[in-house]
């Protein structure tokens, strides 16, 4: 209790502290090489089919620490001050939505590079010229009606 009988506010302990400004830091290291991959990509180097996927993994990996930033601070501003103001929803539903596009970005490189081995000719003579961005439109479009269940879920229940 401080002197005006009020309850002070929830504190950290050290290493809570110490792990959530470790997030931060990371975080925004991570932000600041997925920049550096945006900017080159989007805007220096001639794109071809696997850059297209690099750059979407890029901007799914910038939203992604993006969005751990912003919880990290939420949890530092809450623990100093008796007032709380709860991270909306959208956060959440953003955070998995680009956790769940880095993965599939993933797949898909790895789907486009194994066809780039097994059929070697077909790929280099006969693959659609906009195949990649087709495949990461699917992958959005997909995303959208597969997890729309899992992103609108309340994970304060689980």
């Keep these: 209790m401080n002197r005006s009988d009020q309850d002070l506010?929830?504190?950290?302990?050290?290493?809570t502290l110490t792990?959530?400004?470790?997030?931060?830091?990371?975080?925004?290291?991570?932000?600041?090489?997925?920049?550096?991959?945006?900017?080159?990509?989007?805007f220096h180097l001639h794109r071809n089919a696997f850059s297209i996927y690099i750059l979407n993994l890029g901007g799914a990996n910038f939203v992604f620490p993006c969005c751990h930033v912003i919880g990290s601070l939420e949890k530092l501003i809450t623990s100093c001050h008796s007032s709380s103001s709860p991270i909306p929803s959208f956060?959440?539903?953003?955070?998995t939505f680009a956790y769940l596009t880095g993965l599939s970005f993933l797949s898909d490189i790895s789907t486009e590079?194994?066809?780039s081995d097994l059929c070697p000719v077909w790929y280099r003579c006969h693959r659609p010229k906009r195949?990649?961005?087709?495949m990461c439109a699917l992958l959005l479009s997909s995303l959208e009606g597969k997890y729309c269940g899992l992103l609108l879920t309340d994970f304060s229940r689980i």
């Design 113 to 115: 590079h194994c066809l």
């Design 9 to 15: 506010p929830q504190t950290f302990s050290v290493a």
């Design 19 to 42: 792990l959530v400004l470790l997030m931060i830091i990371i975080a925004l290291e991570a932000q600041a090489g997925n920049a550096v991959v945006l900017w080159l990509l989007g």
């Design 131 to 134: 195949l990649s961005a087709i």
């Design 91 to 95: 956060f959440t539903t953003v955070l």
